[in-house]
């Protein structure tokens, strides 16, 4: 069946999923028809879409901080705080064992993980700021390159699978030549992070990373001018990269208030650029841009979310959306001390079409 056409002053809400824990990273599989989340409850979730049926097994002995899937396969890929890397069969019914495991794929958080060769290679990065190069059908160790001074929050393959990038708390975005895996230049997105005199810790660092489909854009998000280290409030930020020149040609702003930074970037088929906010206890938005302009041209308000995933279909988006349990940190609400209420998730499936007979309504 042909797709709709792409609409984003349409953008709605079409299905939601909720989990009573927070969830910090979420995608769609190759297939369109699984939703895969992760985050602090150790645990794997999968989603089908179809008949909304949610499978988990334990995974993880701690948070879970990244997942990818592999576009050639039926394996999925997940990633804890202690390094630690499994490799799953996420059709099976009941997974069990992980098909391979890498026991130290970092010394402590790996924050990143992608895909590249067509499915042959898996790259993980993290807080050692070295980038790992996996057999990804075995987990075998192939290479590793070395570059940045500081954690790598993100990855990103080039269409075309010639070269990968990788983005680093000071703001150095490093491109590496596949597969030779050789150091390709560097591209400089320092002013998305922040280091003042009274600071006691780096803050900010280039937290999303996308290429537009043909390859000649790189979208970098995160947040400039931070204000301070405690819950690190800033000014959300995107930067567009023009991949010939290797020159930031455009910052992105959101219209709404947010402090946090842009954690999740996908480029649509028409090259128009969505984007998610993240701000501390109040509403953001998800922003759509053309890269050319500085504001959005079309936002629909909501909570924080802390990843962004565009379905094989590229008529929808999913977002990990942030729901408070009525408490700024760890601990109880006020009114019930004695009990703790932690934070929830919401997993939202946005609707970049109008419906049939709709028209969408101009900003």
């Not at 780096?202 to 280290?229: E, I, T």
């Not at 009990?339 to 049939?356: C, D, G, M, Q």
Request: glycine share 10%; aromatic share 8%; hydrophobic share 40%.
């Amino acid at each position: 069946m042909k797709a709709p056409a792409l609409d984003i002053k349409s953008v709605r809400i079409a299905e939601e999923f909720k989990h009573e824990s927070q969830l910090f990273r979420a995608g769609f599989s190759p297939c369109g028809k699984i939703i895969a989340a992760v985050g602090v409850d150790t645990d794997v979730h999968l989603w089908n879409i179809e008949d909304k049926s949610k499978r988990s097994f334990q995974a993880h002995e701690t948070w879970i901080s990244s997942l990818c899937f592999n576009p050639a396969g039926k394996h999925l890929y997940t990633a804890d705080y202690h390094g630690v890397i499994h490799s799953w069969d996420y059709l099976a019914g009941a997974p069990g064992k992980p098909r391979w495991t890498i026991p130290s794929a970092d010394r402590d958080n790996v924050r990143a993980l992608a895909v590249a060769g067509g499915g042959k290679f898996l790259v993980s990065a993290g807080d050692e700021g070295v980038i790992r190069i996996w057999d990804a059908a075995t987990g075998k160790p192939l290479k590793q390159l070395a570059g940045h001074q500081e954690c790598v929050f993100s990855l990103a393959v080039q269409p075309g699978g010639k070269r990968l990038v990788s983005g680093d708390l000071l703001g150095s975005i490093r491109k590496w030549e596949i597969p030779a895996w050789k150091s390709a230049g560097e591209l400089d997105a320092r002013i998305l992070h922040t280091r003042k005199d009274n600071f006691i810790a780096d803050v900010g660092g280039v937290r999303s990373l996308a290429f537009s489909p043909d390859g000649k854009l790189l979208a970098a998000g995160g947040f400039r001018d931070a204000k301070s280290n405690a819950f690190c409030p800033g000014t959300p930020a995107v930067l567009i990269f023009d991949w010939a020149s290797g020159k930031s040609r455009d910052e992105l702003r959101l219209k709404a208030k947010s402090d946090g930074p842009i954690n999740g970037l996908c480029f649509l088929e028409d090259g128009s650029l969505a984007g998610y906010g993240e701000h501390l206890h109040s509403g953001t938005e998800m922003a759509f841009w053309d890269p050319a302009l500085q504001d959005p041209v079309h936002i629909l308000p909501g909570q924080s979310a802390y990843d962004l995933d565009l379905h094989p279909d590229g008529r929808r988006l999913l977002a990990p959306v942030y729901v408070s349990g009525g408490t700024s940190g760890n601990g109880a609400q006020k009114r019930h001390r004695e009990k703790y209420s932690p934070n929830e998730t919401v997993l939202r499936i946005y609707n970049l079409f109008a419906e049939a007979g709709e028209q969408s309504v101009k900003d």
